[in-house]
Every structure is written in structure tokens, then in C-alpha cells.
Nanobody, 124 residues
Framework: VQLQASGGGEVQAGASLRLSCVAS????????MGWFRQAPGKEREFVAA????????FYADSVKGRFTISRDNAKNTIDLQMNRSKPDDTAVYFC??????????????????WGQGTLVTVSS
């Protein structure tokens, strides 16, 4: 099983960026999937999650209203659209998936599969 994240880069504050994650080795269409991030010297934190059919989305307060998570189960992908980016968004972003249904989408320990991370740098 592999999760491959892409789309990171360096942008100016206020700019948009779209991250993508492709899953291979199994299908995750029946499971919630999420994005987390880790800034230098900080713990990994929850960013967003999406329910198996895309009908439910969850966001950290710090990104609510600016980021949008989406998924395409036919392609086994999830995306994170980042708008109005801020320097505080600078981090390595990871996509993640659980082994089975989870109760707490915000807890990174609930996720078993992780992508390699993609670096997002937002300069002021």
C-alpha cells in the first residue's frame, strides 16, 4: 500500500496551491482519509479529513474557510485546495488513511498509512 502526495512548492502569502494524493495497493473508497501537516520543530497536526463518500468534511480551525478537501474514489485520490495561504501554513503535508473505519478523524494515531509528505512553503 502506498500513498503518494504531490503538489507542494513555494508560494507567496495569499496564493493558492493544490495538493494531491494518490493511493495504490488497495482502495480506500470505503474509508475516511485525511491531510496532516508538520512544521519544523512542531508536532504533526490535523488539517482536514473527508468521509468515504465525500459527504462529510472536517477542518482544523486554522484552515477552515481557506482549504477544501475533496476526493475521487474512482481514481483513489484525495486533494487539498489551499487558498489564501499564510506563512503559518508552511509545513510538510501528509495524506493519510486508516486500516478500517475510525471514530476520531483528528487523531494522527488513528491513521495507519501515510504518504511521504510534500513541502509547502509560504513566504510573506
Amino acid at each position: 500500500v502506498q500513498l503518494q502526495a504531490s503538489g507542494g512548492g513555494e508560494v507567496q502569502a495569499g496564493a493558492s496551491l493544490r495538493l494531491s494524493c494518490v493511493a495504490s495497493g488497495r482502495t480506500f473508497s470505503s474509508l475516511t482519509m485525511g491531510w496532516f501537516r508538520q512544521a519544523p520543530g512542531k508536532e504533526r497536526e490535523f488539517v482536514a479529513a473527508i468521509s468515504r463518500n465525500g459527504g462529510g468534511t472536517f477542518y482544523a480551525d486554522s484552515v477552515k474557510g481557506r482549504f477544501t478537501i475533496s476526493r475521487d474514489n474512482a481514481k483513489n485520490t484525495i486533494d487539498l485546495q489551499m487558498n489564501r495561504s499564510k506563512p503559518d501554513d508552511t509545513a510538510v503535508y501528509f495524506c493519510a488513511a486508516p486500516e478500517s473505519a475510525i471514530m476520531t478523524v483528528f487523531d494522527p494515531s488513528a491513521y495507519i498509512y501515510w504518504g511521504q509528505g510534500t513541502l509547502v512553503t509560504v513566504s510573506s
